[in-house]
Structures are given as C-alpha cells and as structure tokens.
C-alpha cells in the first residue's frame, strides 16, 4: 500500500527535551511538509522540502527543525527553544511543490508536560 | 500573503438534506490550486475534491460538487444528500507554490 506514514500516534516529552516526530513516505513524491494544528484552528505551515537536501522554513519555523538526506523521510525536530510545542503535527506530501494536491499522514499527537 | 476563510465556524445539517460550505480566498494570482479536505474525528485529512483555476468547469465528485467563482474569489463546497459520515471538519485550501488552508467548518450531520 503507497501512503504515508507518522510515528508514533502520541508522543509525550518533558519540557525541556527535543523530540523528533517521524514520516515517511512511499508515494515517490519529491516534496513534503510539516504542518501544525491547533484546536479551533487550521493548519500552519512549519517547513517544507521540494527535494532531497533542500527545505525551506514555513510560517512558523522557530523552534523547530528538519532534514531531509532521503526522499521517502522527513523527520520533524521540536526543540526546547520551542515555547507551545503541544499540539498536532501533520505530514504530507505531494508529486511536486507546485500545484498539487497534497497527501496526508494520520499525524502525531505531541504532548510536552 | 494568500488569505483563506471560512466565515462559518459550524454548519449542521439534516440526513439527506445538502448543505454548502463557504469558502473565499485573497490573492493577486490567476493560476493556482482550490480543495477541499475532510478532517473526521481520527483527524486524517482526506481529499474531498480539487479545482484548477484556469477551469471554468465547476469540479464534482459523486455527492460533492464545488462553485467557483473566480472572479469573486469565493470557492463553496456543496454536499449533497448528506450522510452521517459526512460529518467532520472542512478546510478550504489554496496552493499556488505552498498550501493555505482556511480555519474550517465544524459539519454536523443529524440523524
């Protein structure tokens, strides 16, 4: 089955700590995306990679990190210089960064206490 | 910035009966992207329905039909003969290099 894929469902950390929220994909899609939820709002765009080795900061991209060394990865860094880290992480990916459509993870439920 | 909103915070809607989702957007473009997603209580986004700019056609997919009107930026989600797993949130979207998506419409679906 071609999708992609987030782990894990829910994440807790302690303040204070990094944590790295994984997604991977299968679709052989060149870009991918990291956005945030919050309730009673929609998505913010965190970062964004049209190809391997390249990304580009989004909206809100303080306190967070990424890389992307493959294609099929795109791991998300919540670092402690990220002052409301709670909240819904969502992946997704799409063919190209242009007019697309985009496909999503089921996303990542962090909790950071 | 490209804007999106969704001025309906909650919409509900009877068993059967269709329903339209507003939606307009802010931009200085003609060639861009419009969809439509569905977040249900697992909170997967899934596709409901895109539209290319450049058509006049208005898109459809089987219950869910789309009126857009290019020129008023407005871009609506109608769904019709609603059922109980229509039930969800909806967020408009628009892509010309990134996604912008609107705060969304809580659809309930009574029975």
């Known amino acids: 089955d071609g999708g992609i894929t987030q782990s894990p469902k829910y994440l807790f950390r302690k303040e204070g700590q990094n944590v790295t929220l994984s997604c991977e994909q299968n679709?052989?899609?060149?870009?991918m995306y990291w956005y945030r939820q919050d309730p009673g709002q929609g998505l913010r765009l965190i970062y964004y990679?049209?190809?391997?080795?390249?990304?580009q900061k989004g909206d809100i991209a303080e306190g967070y990190s990424v890389s992307r060394e493959k294609k099929e990865s795109f791991p998300l860094t919540v670092t402690s210089a990220q002052k409301n880290p709670t909240a819904f992480y969502l992946c997704?990916?799409?063919?190209?960064?242009?007019?697309?459509?985009?496909?999503f993870g089921p996303g990542t439920r962090l909790t950071v206490t | 910035a490209q804007t999106v909103t969704q001025s309906q915070p909650e919409m509900s809607v009877q068993e059967a009966e269709t329903v339209t989702l507003s939606c307009t957007y802010d931009?200085?473009?003609?060639?861009?992207?419009l969809f439509w997603y569905k977040q249900p209580p697992s909170r997967q986004m899934i596709l409901v329905i895109r539209?290319?700019?450049?058509?006049?056609q208005n898109a459809t997919e089987n219950r869910f039909s789309v009126n857009f009107q290019k020129a008023a930026k407005s871009f609506s989600l109608k769904i019709s003969d609603s059922q109980l797993g229509d039930a969800a949130m909806y967020f408009c979207?628009?892509?010309?290099?990134?996604?912008?998506f609107g705060a969304g419409t809580r659809l309930t679906v009574k029975p």
């Open positions: 679709l052989n899609h060149d870009a």
């Open positions: 997704a990916s799409s063919i190209t960064a242009g007019r697309n459509e985009q496909y």
């Open positions: 990679s049209q190809i391997v080795n390249d990304f």
């Open positions: 539209q290319e700019a450049y058509k006049q």
């Open positions: 931009t200085s473009e003609s060639d861009y992207y």
């Open positions: 979207a628009y892509k010309e290099n990134d996604m912008r």
